[in-house]
């Protein structure tokens, strides 16, 4: 699986919305589930499912899914 | 549906391949299952999730799951109501319990307090806790939140001093709701100021950490279970329990990576608590005892007790018996010539395991589901008492089809594994060692309960009053602005209008005649909380040729909710107002998906409704302000600072 689709999975999981799908300028304003806690789950299950740290200030830095996403895509460990 | 259909096939033969299926292809089952409609076996997979994985985002995955499923099926044996006080954010956590309690045969109902809010809800009598009428109380609480020093001259006053805070809690939830209690255990943090000589002093802070533990244990009573976090914390390790950014982030005292664990734990507590552990481990002889197959090997031939195998096998048998000295029944299921599965148990010189251990003996040739179903008639009881252990998925998934109430144990491929796969098991949780034992408790515990006869007898009035809480005002400079702005960012439980300022424009606001912008910090014995509270009013014109002044944002910081902080900002703003020629107060509550915390703050304070109720707009002439119930001192800012 691409990162964008282990990406998309993972979101879907934690917004449980199965339907959800990423494009590169999303951002929590645009998925009312996406509050503080849920952005707390997400950037957990990213790290663990990538195998990355994110720096402290990262954890709610990225301004969009395509950041997020080539960031990624850059420090992937698996 | 017919992709979904064929995703399932895929999966089940993805599963079907491994000794333990992983994480994801359960969760991922689960979820096709729910999809396809079949909600028994999408909660199949969402409780084998519970056993296999440890990744939050399973988890999260099967809860969904069985949030969605369980109301669409006959329901589980028990049925209960949790309540969750944390002492930090138990969000997930929360989230997780009704995953790993139906994996136990335990619907619950959870109840949430706020952030940090756990020893409030108790003391108030009036709390959400005691409204939702809970049968189970969690106390999630991490070492954080002890005050003991870092070195202390008097290490077993300090200890009881804590102990005393932590019993008077379980005794107040007792007398208010008999709630029984679930105490998580503090984890005792890796960092020690002393060094290595901690361990040989009596007061450092990690010594008096674990001999709070240990007091815990001893004071609980039949009413109180404890979960030892400290156990399960070194059992991952503390680094990995504990993970500072999110700690700094979102007040994660157990890593998101942990509380996946923590729910099973706690879930087989609270189960156990009702009577739902299982009594009886149904085993398996060729390759679960021993290694090899007797009936082609021999007695001589069979792995036990030599090399590196024999040895693995010999240390689950010591596990085994461990267990059954403790109480769990023993049975024996296995297709092999009975008389020679009994010679292994008479003659081998490396068994651990008698035939005095075993309660039921089957061996034959009859499958497995007939020879469990035999083995719980005999011992009178239920299916659902019965945990098999067997090396063959096979047989495992056999079981899981035929007869469900068994509960299977995941057994790893190697025998090294096995001890841990069954002390990873949680639902052989023991409620008490035996009937005496209880007793004893019992009555340690009365005595307990008389000696201290309420002495420290502690309400939500005498906490408050002992907080020695001081607020005062924030002079708006611009590290206040920032912490002000963030503060307006990301406050959504008490929050009258959710009107998000941005740093700009509350600059502009304290700046202008026309507005009051109110920062407040409070401090107390344990702790600065910085700046936790902003109030920003508007001076505008009255019907009758007056001012007034409009509430335009009024917001406190979770973690101080419940302090009475609201009452002294207002007798702060109502002092502003007067200062400004107004009159009245005005407040208006805009309810959003978070904030009913403060539905009704305006007439808790004294407004009164501004026209018609349904309104939501309240309003209050300064000069009867009421006087606030007098917790916190004000400390007034030096003249110059404005």
Same mark, same amino acid.
């Given at each position: 699986? /691409?990162?964008?689709?282990?990406?998309?999975?993972?979101?879907? +999981?934690?917004?449980?919305?199965?339907?959800? @799908?990423? +494009?590169?300028?999303? +951002?929590? *304003?645009?998925?009312?589930?996406?509050?503080?806690? *849920?952005?707390? /789950?997400?950037?957990?299950?990213?790290? /663990?499912?990538?195998?990355?740290?994110?720096?402290?200030?990262?954890?709610?830095?990225?301004?969009?899914?395509?950041?997020?996403?080539?960031?990624?895509?850059?420090? *992937?460990? @698996? | 549906?017919?992709?979904?259909?064929?995703?399932?096939?895929?999966?089940?033969?993805?599963?079907?391949?491994?000794?333990?299926?992983?994480?994801?292809?359960?969760?991922?089952?689960?979820?096709?299952?729910?999809?396809?409609?079949?909600?028994?076996?999408?909660l199949r997979?969402a409780y084998t999730v519970c056993d296999v994985s440890e990744?939050?985002?399973?988890w $999260?995955?099967a809860a969904?799951?069985v949030?969605?499923?369980l109301?669409?099926?006959?329901g589980l044996p028990r049925q209960v109501r949790v309540a969750v006080l944390g002492?930090?954010?138990t969000?997930?956590f929360t989230a997780l319990l009704p995953l790993a309690a139906a994996r136990a045969g335990v619907a619950v109902e959870v109840y949430e307090?706020? %952030?940090?809010?756990y020893?409030?809800?108790?003391?108030?009598?009036?709390?959400?806790l005691?409204?939702f009428d809970p049968d189970v109380v969690i106390l999630a609480t991490?070492?954080?939140?002890?005050?003991?020093?870092?070195?202390?001259?008097?290490?077993?006053?300090?200890?009881?001093?804590?102990?005393?805070?932590w019993t008077?809690l379980w005794d107040?939830i007792g007398?208010?709701c008999g709630a029984r209690v679930v105490q998580h255990t503090f984890a005792?943090?890796?960092?020690?100021?002393?060094?290595?000589?901690?361990?040989?002093?009596?007061?450092?802070?990690?010594?008096?950490?674990?001999?709070?533990n240990a007091r815990l244990g001893a004071a609980a009573g039949p009413h109180v279970a404890l979960v030892d976090c400290e156990r399960l914390a070194a059992a991952v390790?503390?680094?990995?329990?504990?993970?500072?950014? %999110?700690?700094?982030?979102?007040?994660?005292?157990v890593?998101?990576?942990c509380v996946p664990l923590l729910a099973r734990h706690t879930a087989a507590v609270v189960a156990s608590g009702l009577g739902r552990s299982r009594k009886c481990l149904v085993l398996?002889?060729?390759?679960? $005892?021993?290694?090899?197959?007797?009936?082609?090997?021999?007695?001589?031939?069979?792995?036990?007790?030599?090399?590196?195998?024999?040895?693995?096998?010999?240390?689950?048998?010591?596990y085994v018996l461990a267990l059954k000295n403790r109480g769990v029944l023993l049975a024996?299921?296995?297709?092999?010539?009975?008389?020679?599965?009994?010679?292994?148990?008479?003659?081998?010189?490396?068994?651990?395991?008698? $035939?005095?251990d075993?309660a039921?003996?089957?061996?034959?040739?009859?499958?497995?589901?007939?020879?469990l179903?035999?083995i719980a008639?005999?011992l009178g009881i239920g299916l659902d008492s019965l945990v098999f252990v067997?090396?063959?998925?096979?047989?495992?998934?056999?079981?899981?089809?035929?007869v469900p109430e068994v509960d299977v144990l995941p057994l790893?491929?190697?025998?090294?594994? %096995?001890p841990r796969a069954l002390a990873d098991y949680p639902l052989f949780e023991p409620a008490a060692l035996t009937a005496e034992d209880a007793a004893r408790t019992e009555l340690y515990r009365a005595?307990?309960?008389?000696?201290?006869?309420?002495?420290?007898?502690?309400?939500?009035?005498?906490?408050?009053?002992?907080?020695?809480?001081?607020?005062?005002?924030?002079?708006?400079?611009?590290?206040?602005?920032?912490?002000?702005?963030?503060?307006?960012?990301?406050?959504?439980?008490?929050?009258?209008?959710?009107?998000?300022?941005?740093?700009?424009?509350?600059?502009?606001?304290?700046?202008?005649?026309?507005?009051?912008?109110?920062?407040?910090?409070?401090?107390?014995?344990?702790?600065?909380?910085?700046?936790?509270?902003?109030?920003?009013?508007?001076?505008?014109?009255?019907?009758?040729?007056?001012?007034?002044?409009?509430?335009?944002?009024?917001?406190?910081?979770?973690?101080?909710?419940?302090?009475?902080?609201?009452?002294?900002?207002?007798?702060?703003?109502?002092?502003?107002?007067?200062?400004?020629?107004?009159?009245?107060?005005?407040?208006?509550?805009? #309810?959003?998906?978070?904030?009913?915390?403060?539905?009704?703050?305006?007439?808790?304070?004294?407004?009164? #409704?501004?026209?018609?109720?349904?309104?939501?707009?309240?309003?209050?002439?300064?000069?009867?302000?009421?006087?606030?119930?007098? %917790?916190?001192?004000?400390?007034? #800012?030096?003249?110059?600072?404005?």
């Amino acid at each position: 699986m /691409s990162v964008a689709d282990r990406l998309q999975k993972i979101f879907r +999981t934690v917004m449980e919305d199965d339907d959800l @799908v990423l +494009t590169d300028d999303l +951002t929590a *304003a645009d998925v009312p589930a996406w509050d503080s806690l *849920a952005q707390v /789950s997400l950037m957990f299950s990213i790290e /663990s499912e990538f195998g990355l740290q994110f720096e402290d200030d990262q954890l709610t830095s990225f301004d969009n899914v395509g950041e997020l996403r080539r960031f990624v895509e850059q420090h *992937a460990a @698996v | 549906m017919n992709t979904t259909n064929a995703r399932i096939q895929e999966l089940l033969s993805d599963v079907a391949g491994q000794a333990v299926p992983t994480g994801g292809a359960c969760a991922e089952l689960a979820r096709a299952y729910q999809r396809s409609g079949v909600p028994a076996q999408a909660l199949r997979w969402a409780y084998t999730v519970c056993d296999v994985s440890e990744r939050l985002v399973d988890w $999260l995955a099967a809860a969904s799951v069985v949030r969605a499923c369980l109301p669409r099926t006959s329901g589980l044996p028990r049925q209960v109501r949790v309540a969750v006080l944390g002492s930090y954010t138990t969000v997930q956590f929360t989230a997780l319990l009704p995953l790993a309690a139906a994996r136990a045969g335990v619907a619950v109902e959870v109840y949430e307090s706020g %952030y940090g809010q756990y020893r409030q809800e108790i003391l108030d009598p009036a709390s959400g806790l005691y409204a939702f009428d809970p049968d189970v109380v969690i106390l999630a609480t991490h070492a954080g939140v002890l005050d003991l020093p870092v070195a202390a001259a008097d290490p077993e006053a300090e200890v009881e001093r804590e102990l005393s805070r932590w019993t008077s809690l379980w005794d107040t939830i007792g007398q208010r709701c008999g709630a029984r209690v679930v105490q998580h255990t503090f984890a005792v943090p890796p960092e020690e100021p002393l060094g290595h000589l901690a361990a040989r002093t009596s007061g450092s802070r990690s010594a008096m950490t674990h001999a709070l533990n240990a007091r815990l244990g001893a004071a609980a009573g039949p009413h109180v279970a404890l979960v030892d976090c400290e156990r399960l914390a070194a059992a991952v390790g503390k680094r990995t329990w504990f993970d500072a950014r %999110y700690w700094l982030r979102s007040k994660q005292a157990v890593s998101l990576a942990c509380v996946p664990l923590l729910a099973r734990h706690t879930a087989a507590v609270v189960a156990s608590g009702l009577g739902r552990s299982r009594k009886c481990l149904v085993l398996d002889l060729d390759n679960t $005892l021993w290694g090899g197959v007797l009936g082609e090997e021999g007695l001589g031939g069979i792995q036990l007790g030599h090399g590196a195998v024999g040895e693995a096998y010999t240390a689950f048998q010591e596990y085994v018996l461990a267990l059954k000295n403790r109480g769990v029944l023993l049975a024996v299921a296995s297709k092999n010539d009975p008389e020679d599965a009994r010679e292994v148990f008479r003659r081998h010189p490396d068994m651990r395991l008698t $035939l005095d251990d075993i309660a039921v003996f089957s061996a034959g040739w009859d499958d497995k589901a007939t020879q469990l179903r035999r083995i719980a008639a005999t011992l009178g009881i239920g299916l659902d008492s019965l945990v098999f252990v067997d090396d063959n998925p096979a047989e495992r998934e056999a079981i899981r089809q035929l007869v469900p109430e068994v509960d299977v144990l995941p057994l790893p491929r190697d025998p090294a594994g %096995y001890p841990r796969a069954l002390a990873d098991y949680p639902l052989f949780e023991p409620a008490a060692l035996t009937a005496e034992d209880a007793a004893r408790t019992e009555l340690y515990r009365a005595r307990a309960r008389a000696a201290q006869l309420r002495q420290d007898s502690v309400s939500l009035e005498a906490f408050l009053a002992s907080l020695d809480m001081v607020a005062s005002v924030v002079a708006l400079d611009e590290p206040a602005l920032a912490r002000t702005a963030a503060l307006i960012g990301k406050t959504n439980q008490f929050n009258l209008t959710g009107r998000r300022r941005s740093g700009t424009e509350v600059a502009a606001l304290k700046d202008d005649p026309g507005h009051v912008v109110l920062c407040v910090r409070l401090r107390d014995r344990f702790a600065d909380h910085g700046l936790v509270g902003v109030l920003i009013g508007a001076v505008e014109a009255d019907g009758d040729g007056n001012r007034r002044m409009r509430i335009d944002t009024w917001l406190l910081s979770c973690r101080v909710i419940g302090r009475t902080l609201e009452h002294e900002m207002l007798r702060l703003l109502a002092d502003a107002a007067a200062a400004r020629g107004c009159r009245r107060l005005v407040g208006s509550y805009v #309810p959003t998906a978070r904030n009913a915390l403060v539905a009704d703050l305006y007439p808790r304070l004294g407004f009164e #409704p501004d026209g018609d109720p349904g309104a939501r707009s309240w309003t209050l002439d300064v000069e009867k302000t009421p006087p606030g119930p007098g %917790y916190i001192t004000i400390d007034k #800012p030096a003249k110059d600072s404005t």
